[in-house]
Nanobody, 117 residues
Framework: QVQLVESGGGLVQPGGSLRLSCAAS????????MSWYRQAPGKEREWVAT????????NDADSMMGRFTISRDNAKNTVYLRMNSLKHEDTAVYYC??????????WGQGTQVTVSS
């Protein structure tokens, strides 16, 4: 049974930092490309960052360049998203996504991030 479980969200002040985690199980994590997406209230889900199966490449959307960093630990079957200098507009539900070599795709249930003073 495939599971992606996000954690680490919460309430943070503007300028603060959070590290999100996504723990994977039920598939061969090291062979999957992992991504983070987010969805703010009333908006479509948007791509945040992607990391390849061996962590050799990361892609951060322009709006988050330099503030958000994706990483993975294949030994722990976990992908992370480090978020610094958070802004009000970063408030959203953050989801992790796994895409396998056969184009199979899995999503987590999301974790809420609220940036507010």
């Amino acid at each position: 049974q495939v599971q992606l479980v996000e954690s680490g969200g919460g309430l943070v002040q503007p300028g603060g930092s959070l590290r999100l985690s996504c723990a994977a199980s039920g598939f061969t994590f090291s062979t999957y490309v992992m991504s983070w997406y987010r969805q703010a209230p009333g908006k479509e889900r948007e791509w945040v960052a992607t990391i390849t199966d061996i962590g050799g490449t990361t892609n951060d959307a322009d709006s988050m360049m330099g503030r958000f960093t994706i990483s993975r630990d294949n030994a722990k079957n976990t992908v992370y998203l480090r978020m610094n200098s958070l802004k009000h507009e970063d408030t959203a539900v953050y989801y992790c996504k796994a895409q396998g070599p056969s184009r199979d795709v899995y999503w987590g249930q999301g974790t809420q991030v609220t940036v507010s003073s």
